[in-house]
């Protein structure tokens, strides 16, 4: 079982940046797969971005792309969201991923593990 716990949300205006941290620990030995999702209130929750712990491959939804970037550091066992340009549409409880069969999909019945959830409130 993976432990996520996720940090970095915050309140802040249109046009700012943030960055939202998502740490794992537990048994990470065998993870092949992270990711962000998010859930505006009232709507559904959608992938955001996935990123392949063996390869660094990335997928993005094409509502963030040229805005957020993923990454991690294998180092820290955590994951990242680097998310400029927001936009009000931008605020949700955003949550941390880990381990699918199939992380390009971004779907978020087929992970294995789940973060808590860390909420962005993006202000016009």
């Known amino acids: 079982q993976v432990h996520l716990a996720e940090s970095g949300g915050g309140s802040l205006q249109a046009g700012g940046s943030l960055r939202l941290s998502c740490t794992a620990s537990g048994n990470t030995y065998h993870s092949n797969c992270m990711a962000w999702f998010r859930q505006p209130l009232g709507k559904e929750r959608e992938g955001v971005a996935s990123?392949?712990?063996?390869?660094?491959?990335?997928y993005y939804a094409d509502s963030v792309k040229g805005r957020f970037t993923i990454s991690h550091d294998n180092a820290k066992n955590t994951l990242y969201l680097q998310m400029n340009s927001l936009k009000p549409e931008d605020t949700a409880v955003y949550y941390c991923?880990?381990?699918?069969?199939?992380?390009?999909?971004?779907?978020?019945?087929?992970?294995?593990?789940y973060g808590q959830g860390t909420q962005v409130t993006v202000s016009s």
């Open positions: 990123f392949y712990l063996d390869d660094g491959r990335t």
């Open positions: 991923a880990a381990d699918t069969p199939r992380c390009w999909h971004l779907d978020w019945d087929e992970f294995s593990s």
